[in-house]
């Protein structure tokens, strides 16, 4: 028998956002379960199930951080990727600190939300069997062991690099937030300043250039995000 289809629930109160969606899920044969306010969408999480959700932020009733934070609150773990204007950047990092999977900023192409999606549903595949070697590109991280090799080169890394590297590794293709990752490694409040400098020097350590980064990405003004492992 063949795998049931994965079904996705798009929570968007804008009927061509929600068609253009639509289109674009089943052509990749996923099957689209469709909300266009926020009681709504309660009720589609109920009696759908969804596998997904693609959530507005900017609900008529009930708004889009208030529904991620009732899914959490519930311990509902099904990745959500926010839809959000290419402005609201302060929007964007609540939503990821509230327990969002990813955001694609408006306007945005299909091709790159199919591609969020496919890392959103694997990295909840990879949570529930870590592997023990992480690796993307000629980067591997043993997170057994603690070593981090470039190619055949082993890199000497400080506890709190590899620390940051080993926490956007169990989350690689996810986008980590500043606080997130602050709080995950240091455990308690720093400056964003702070995080900046082990970043750039993890960069020059392991990219092969670091201007132009090709492991570890920014997302400018929220945080950054560890490329996708093969």
Known sequence: M??????ILIVDDEPPIRKLLRVGLTTQDYTAIEATNGKTALER???????LVILDLGLPDIQGHELLRRWRDANNLVPVIILSSRTDEAGIVDALELGADDYVTKPFGVNELLARIRVALRHRLQQQGEKPVFQTGDLSIDL?????????EEIKLSPKEYDILRV???????????N????QVWGNAYDVQYLRVYVRQLRQKIEP?????RYIRTETGVGYRLS???
């Not at 063949?2 to 079904?7: D, E, N």
């Not at 999480?45 to 596998?51: G, I, K, L, N, Q």
């Not at 956007?168 to 500043?178: F, P």
């Not at 250039?209 to 980064?213: A, D, I, K, S």
């Open 45 to 51: 999480m109920e009696d759908s199930a969804p596998d």
């Open 180 to 183: 997130f990752l602050l709080k």
């Open 2 to 7: 063949s795998a049931p289809p994965v079904r």
């Open 209 to 213: 250039n670091p201007e132009q980064p």
């Open 168 to 178: 956007m590794a169990q989350h690689a293709g996810k986008v980590l937030t500043h």
């Open 228 to 230: 996708e492992g093969n």
């Open 144 to 152: 057994v062991r603690r070593i981090v090799k470039v190619g055949d």
